[in-house]
């Protein structure tokens, strides 16, 4: 079992640490690539990185683009509520050049 670090901001944290966010969406990049089932992530809050949760990892989803993700899931446990508007959210979140060099996962 392998323990990860990633960073948070207030919003995600706040929906994970309340239950309302079971999978955090990333690209599929080499950090990601390391993350299998068991394994434990601490979530650390960007603007406060003395506050930390510490989940468990327990399903992998991998798609192609976010878009495909949230379409293909319940919008829901990504603490969304529309999947079109969380796809265009994260098309902010990541350059261009990373989004073609990096397909995507929903970590649970």
Not at 1 to 15: G, R
Not at 72 to 78: M, R, V
């Amino acid at each position: 079992m392998t323990v990860h670090t990633m960073n948070l901001k207030a919003t995600p944290f706040s929906l994970i640490e309340q239950g309302r966010k079971t999978i955090e969406a990333r690209l599929y990049d080499k950090k990601r690539r390391r993350v299998q089932l068991g394994d434990t992530i601490i979530f650390c809050l960007v603007d406060d990185p003395t506050r930390t949760i510490e989940v468990k990892v327990i399903g992998l989803l991998r798609y192609e683009t976010f878009g495909d993700m949230f379409a293909h899931n319940d919008i829901n446990k990504f603490g969304g509520d529309n999947a079109e508007a969380m796809a265009e959210k994260f098309l902010t979140y990541y350059k261009q050049a990373e989004r073609d060099m990096h397909s995507v996962i929903g970590i649970e």
